[in-house]
């Protein structure tokens, strides 16, 4: 069985998490790659889910002084057992694994791409799933410190790690198919939060006999979980000799001035010092931007916005029954369902599209469809148009999510697949700089706005309008990417140096015999298991969001 999947001949003083022992052999599927992807990135994809946690955080200790508690700081928050944090407080948990999944990406993408995506992708798992432990103690102990530490910290060593791992080799498996490929896995990441958020509901609500709320019982176990789930996805990995590719399948001559693609590789240590670079970390970081205004706005908007006539009512100004209001938060709810699933999908649609029409065309729908759109939301609330106004949303967030699963392929396609990881690594910055400074802008203006006596239906239009304003400056940065000059490529010698740091001269596979076996049976048991919980999310999420209908 080892040789049907592809560990082959080596030299025996390689260790088991060495690249050289993962280099595939010949009856290996490039096909069994994306679901041991998605296994990973199924699980740190909570991520996004992690807000369940939030209201039943603030809510562990009973009997509290409120004279004591009612001005604790956040410092001294950190280390109380006395009074219950507040949701202001441990919502930065959020802001930290999200800073610290771009720090880890960008120092670590380079040593990934020597170590391989086995030995990344369990490290990933012990830091994900072990911090979720740590932070499950914290609670347990009720110590927001070592929560921060847990989840946050060492957390977000694992996201990072975690979803930057499987990016290269499923570039150099899928040559013919880079959007699609990349897609899959990022698809995973969108979709995570579709299982993980109704399993933690579900486990806090069966462990709350246990502890207070049930979630530093539900921390541990969904930590236990992932570790397992990440750690066979990293076993599964294999990686492709250089210059493998499908049989039958011809590498484009020459670019085409469409997509840009070129067969030459740039080091990452040029790379980060050209102007497509940053060009491309400011693509990255004004969509993400404007993605979390809509994220994060986007079930009190809905309730602020249209209210009352999300259950019929015409008078917006009417008092609404208790049965009313439950019925407008589960309308809002349903909301959140349907982000979480066109920021999946659309993952996979518009990386798979970038295939036909090309990375920069790609960018270039998302922000001109993006201007469009956030420039209509306003007129939809103004109108009471919440059909138009939800669909507005989706399609948002579909770019938003399809935006991080194309910038990969972008990537491959300047500066060559060598060191892609390591390079889509440091990008991540832009993701970690947009994940702190997003959410911080847009409630900033919201409350700037109520604080001036603008009307709730109307305090969200001048965000909108500026989210807009920030897609016009992506459109212009996408614009001026070009590819890049010759002289930034790296000589004959120096790739052949940096190919041999991943020691694949120690393995007798060649590419032309690598990875010729059939689907077979492993695979049709690798995508079920990764296949059945993504569907169940799926239908979990269709669920929610009849409420809206």
């Known amino acids: 069985m080892a040789r049907e999947l592809g560990t082959d001949a080596v030299d025996g003083s390689a260790g088991f998490f060495s690249r050289e022992r993962t280099i595939a052999g010949p009856r290996f599927n ?23 946690f939030w209201l039943p955080m603030s809510k562990l200790l009973g009997n509290t002084d409120p004279t004591v508690c009612a001005n604790l700081g956040f410092f001294a928050a950190l280390t109380t057992t ?3 944090w507040t949701v202001p407080q441990v919502t930065h948990i959020f802001e930290t694994f999200i800073a610290m999944l771009g720090i880890s990406a960008a120092l670590w993408g380079g040593w990934l791409e020597h170590a391989g995506p086995r030995k990344a992708g369990f490290i990933a798992a012990l830091c994900w799933g072990g911090g979720l432990v740590i932070g499950g103690i914290g609670v347990s102990m009720h110590q927001l410190w070592l929560v921060f530490l847990g989840c946050g910290v060492l957390g977000g060593v694992g996201q990072g790690l975690g979803y930057i791992s499987p990016v290269s080799s499923l570039i150099k498996w899928f040559p013919d198919r880079r959007g699609m490929a990349t897609g899959f896995a990022i698809m995973g990441y969108g979709g995570g939060a579709m299982i993980g958020a109704p399993l933690a509901v579900a486990l806090m609500k ?28 990293a076993l599964g990995f294999r990686v492709a000799p250089n210059g493998w590719k499908p049989a039958g399948w011809t590498a484009p001559i020459a670019d085409d001035g469409k997509s840009m693609i070129t067969h030459r590789h740039v080091h990452l240590n040029r790379a980060w010092k050209t102007p497509q670079f940053w060009l491309l970390w400011g693509v990255l970081f004004l ?25 019929g009512l015409a008078n917006t100004a009417a008092e609404l029954s208790a049965a009313q209001k439950a019925a407008v938060v589960a309308a809002a709810a349903g909301l959140v369902g349907l982000i979480s699933l066109f920021n999946s999908l659309g993952r996979i649609f518009w990386a798979s599209l970038s295939d036909k029409i090309g990375r920069k065309n790609t960018y270039y729908t ?12 306003p007129t939809w609330g103004h109108l009471a148009l919440a059909g138009l106004f939800v669909a507005t949303v989706c399609v948002i967030l579909s770019m938003y999510g399809g935006g991080f699963a194309t910038i990969p392929a972008y990537l491959a396609d300047l500066f060559g697949t060598q060191m892609v990881g390591a390079i889509h690594g440091r990008l991540l910055t832009a993701w970690s700089a947009a994940g702190v400074i997003g959410p911080f802008l847009i409630a900033a203006i919201r409350q700037t706005q109520i604080d001036a006596g603008v009307a709730k239906t109307l305090v969200y239009d001048r965000t909108l309008y500026i989210m807009a304003f920030l897609l016009l ?55 079920l298991a990764v296949g059945v919980p993504f569907l169940i999310g799926l239908y979990i999420a269709l669920a929610k969001a009849a409420a809206l209908f």
Not at 210 to 218: L, N, R, Y
Not at 290 to 308: C, E, K, N, T
Not at 366 to 377: D, E, T
Not at 474 to 497: H, Q, T, Y
Request: glycine content about 8%.
């Open 206 to 233: 069966h462990f709350s006999d246990v502890s207070a709320q049930g979630v530093a019982s539900t921390l541990m176990a969904m930590g236990a979980i992932y570790f397992i789930v990440m750690a066979c996805g």
């Open 287 to 311: 969509n993400v931007t404007a993605g979390i205004s809509v994220i994060s706005m986007a079930s009190p908007m809905l309730q602020d916005v249209f209210g009352g006539k999300l259950v």
């Open 473 to 527: 400056l992506g459109l212009i940065c996408n614009l001026l990417v070009k590819p890049v000059k010759a002289s930034v490529f790296m000589s004959d010698e120096e790739l052949a140096r940096e190919r041999s740091l991943q020691h694949e001269d120690r393995v007798t596979i060649t590419a032309e015999t690598a990875a010729r076996g059939s689907f077979g049976a492993v695979g049709v048991l690798a995508w």
């Open 82 to 84: 006395s009074c219950n």
């Open 30 to 52: 490039r096909w069994l790659v994306p679901p041991a992807a998605l296994a990973i990135h199924l699980c740190i994809g909570m991520a996004y889910g992690f807000s369940v």
């Open 366 to 377: 998302f922000f001109a469809l993006g201007i469009v759109s956030y420039c209509l939301l």
